[in-house]
């Protein structure tokens, strides 16, 4: 499987982007979707992960009001809508694909990173 994430950029605080993952493949609607981030000399953060069917999702506790997932699964593309941006939401975000959508370590397949700056 491959995941292609896009979407990124640079916005002042308060402002929005909605991040999209292409996934190839006949199996993505099998699967949970998640998206995670990363920012410099910090782990890498589950943020958002969603079920196969799209009925329920999960979110980290500092997005939650804030960011919403979703997924198209007619168009293997899962999306992050996020509003509200802090600067503290600025890192390298990550799609991924897993078997559960709560549970961050059964993701196993990782698409590249795109860049969300957010400025103050």
């Known amino acids: 499987v491959q995941l292609q994430a896009s979407g990124g950029g640079s916005v002042q605080a308060g402002g929005s982007l909605r991040l999209s993952c292409a996934a190839s493949?006949?199996?993505?609607?099998?699967?949970?979707m998640g998206w995670f981030r990363q920012a410099p000399g910090k782990e890498r953060e589950f943020v958002a992960g969603i079920s196969w069917s799209g009925g329920t999702s999960y979110y980290v506790d500092s997005v939650k009001g804030r960011f919403t997932i979703s997924r198209d699964n007619a168009k293997n593309t899962v999306y992050l809508q996020m509003n509200s941006l802090k600067p503290e939401d600025s890192a390298v975000y990550y799609c991924?694909?897993?078997?559960?959508?709560?549970?961050?370590?059964?993701?196993?397949?990782w698409g590249q990173g795109t860049q969300v700056t957010v400025s103050s």
């Open positions: 493949g006949r199996t993505f609607s099998s699967y949970a």
């Open positions: 991924a694909r897993g078997n559960y959508y709560s549970e961050y370590r059964s993701y196993n397949y």
